[in-house]
């Protein structure tokens, strides 16, 4: 009998490369992912043009640019880990939780292919409004990159931590709506999130509060920061620094991550195929 | 982790003792007790519910044993599941393959998640492609295969790490007769080349084929042993009788006749070693309150019934 060495790495690495096979050959993945954000954009950009002026004069299509940007990496994660479901349900996933190589794979496999893809897709979509000059190219893009990949990697958890323990994407859409559209639309991309002393009213500032303890507001503000770094949006409400966002936002990447993990050690019935 | 290269015979058994397993308050198995040797074909028989699907998840691995003990090619599957995954091919009875991916990716896939790479993949992956007769549809996306070009596809996964031990979970579901000899032919090939091969089936012609089998009902092992010893404990035929009035005639047998009966459904049931007399001394006593009287070499169904007193269904 031969002697072979299974290597979680390797299986992570092989999911993770299915991830992306699956990808391209899903195409209507390909084009929901970035058409969806861009429609958003551009719509709710343009219709909303005029009655909005934010921090340096900016207009709603340049205010609305990092929540977009956000919105690509979330549907995209989203679409990634629902195929966890997908992959119970058809068969799949049995084959893989029997194999020599644990668990951690599954986790490090979907998360790292699901991100990569996230990430690539709105990296896309950045070139795109970089070459059409919505935004002005300059060094704080690495930082855009990185921050990114911080974003990309914790959506993915998050949707492991929904997508494990269900059976059906019904749920999930279910979930997703209940759930991560609120925590995007309070994240401080469709409105500036008011400062305690700005004189909004109580409704606003509750709203502000809820907007202040949504993890996903941290890099969205930086997003803002990175993309316009010429801007000064501390006049304009809540502007957390940038060393609070990135700490909130590697925070969240790494509790998110921890809690799938957590999810998906041990046996549950969930495993099984009736 | 290396898994171990162990070519005894006795690194290719299983030995299951006292096995229970809950789900909640049904309890799946209730004390299963078995041994199946190397190189042989043993069949998991028993009707839906029976408990045959858990033993094979536990076998697997999938789930955790709960109480008893469980040996799979040497190792005890509580406390080296992932050396005792090493050593197992498993084939689902729901396909595992993903549909999107063509046959060779689908056997790359297989293949990192049991440390094969580089040449000894690239090696072994032809050598499962052509047992399998898959070598030219190797390229193919696997939705776009047939039932039974697919199962071939999962079996060449379930072999490409060498395993001791082969799993399959009702491997004829959904393939035609001729799909199904292939399949067979196949797990005897496996068989003869020293591989265990453990099925799950509530066919009993498919039960047939197998060296040994074990019927297992209501989460219990009720008989075990080849085909042909179990089928010659019911003797050398069994006649079954169809009466106006069963009471009746079940009377007349037992009492008149001094013969044991089991009553199945309405009819009377008696094994007998000597049919052809028996037959007109039954007609002669019930006469017109027979309605029919068939005599037949017992089948594995008729063992299920002698043990269970049950149909199998």
Request: net charge neutral; aromatic share 8%; glycine share 10%.
């Amino acid at each position: 009998m031969a002697e072979y060495r299974p290597s979680g790495t390797a299986a992570a690495w092989m999911l993770a490369k299915r991830e992306w096979i699956r990808f391209f050959r899903q195409r209507n993945r390909v084009i929901s992912a970035v058409v969806q954000p861009l429609l958003f954009w551009l719509l709710f950009g343009t219709g909303l043009q005029g009655s909005f002026v934010g921090a340096g004069d900016q207009n709603f299509m340049e205010y609305f640019l990092p929540g977009t940007i956000a919105l690509i990496v979330l549907f995209t994660a989203i679409f990634a880990t629902i195929s966890v479901i997908e992959d119970r349900r058809e068969g799949f996933m049995q084959s893989v939780l029997v194999a020599p190589v644990g668990r951690w794979p599954v986790l490090a496999g979907k998360v790292l292919g699901g991100s990569t893809i996230a990430w690539v897709q709105a990296v896309v979509f950045l070139a795109l409004v970089y070459l059409f000059g919505a935004a002005s190219l300059s060094t704080s893009v690495f930082g855009v990159l990185a921050l990114l990949a911080v974003v990309a990697i914790t959506m993915c958890s998050l949707g492991m931590i929904v997508a494990w323990p269900m059976d059906s994407t019904q749920g999930f859409h279910a979930i997703m709506m209940l759930g991560l559209m609120p925590m995007w639309l309070l994240s401080g991309t469709f409105f500036p999130i008011p400062a305690w002393d700005s004189g909004a009213g109580g409704g606003q500032l509750a709203l502000g509060g809820l907007m202040r303890a949504n993890p996903l507001t941290y890099p969205v503000v930086e997003l803002r920061r990175l993309l316009y770094p010429a801007v000064d949006f501390s006049a304009s409400g809540f502007a957390p620094s940038s060393p609070i966002c990135w700490s909130v936002s590697l925070a969240f990447m790494v509790i998110t991550t921890l809690i799938a993990w957590s999810l998906m050690r041990g046996h549950r019935r969930a495993d099984l195929i009736s | 982790m290396i898994l171990p290269a162990d070519s005894s015979r006795d690194a290719a058994t299983i030995r299951c003792r006292d096995v229970h397993h809950r789900y909640g308050d049904h309890e799946a198995l209730r004390g299963v007790d078995l041994e199946i040797d190397r190189g042989e074909i043993f069949a998991l028989l028993g009707p839906n519910g029976s408990g045959k699907t858990t033993l094979f998840r536990l076998l697997s691995t999938l789930v955790p044993v709960q109480r008893g003990s469980i040996e799979v090619a040497g190792l005890d599957v509580a406390t080296s599941s992932l050396a005792v995954r090493g050593r197992i091919g498993i084939v689902f009875q729901s396909p595992s393959l993903d549909k999107k991916l063509s046959v060779d990716e689908n056997i790359a896939c297989q293949a990192a998640l049991y440390g094969l790479s580089g040449g000894r993949l690239a090696a072994r992956r032809d050598e499962v492609l052509a047992q399998m007769k898959l070598t030219d549809r190797r390229g193919e996306i696997c939705e776009k295969l047939s039932g039974g070009l697919k199962r071939r596809v999962e079996l060449a996964k379930g072999l490409l790490h060498r395993p001791r031990v082969m799993l399959l979970d009702e491997p004829s579901t959904g393939l035609d007769p001729a799909a199904r000899i292939d399949l067979w032919q196949t797990l005897r090939t496996m068989a003869d080349q020293g591989i265990t091969v453990v099925l799950t089936t509530h066919l009993l012609e498919e039960a047939e084929k197998a060296d040994r089998l074990a019927i297992m009902f209501r989460g219990r092992l009720i008989a075990d042993g080849t085909p042909g010893s179990l089928r010659g404990e019911l003797g050398d035929a069994l006649i079954t009788v169809s009466a106006v009035d069963p009471d009746e005639a079940e009377k007349v047998l037992r009492d008149e006749l001094g013969l044991d009966t089991q009553r199945v459904s309405g009819q009377l049931r008696v094994r007998a070693e000597n049919a052809a007399s028996l037959v007109p001394r039954i007609a002669d006593r019930l006469g017109s309150r027979v309605e029919s009287i068939t005599v037949g070499r017992p089948g594995l169904e008729d063992v299920f019934i002698a043990k269970t007193g049950y149909r199998f269904d």
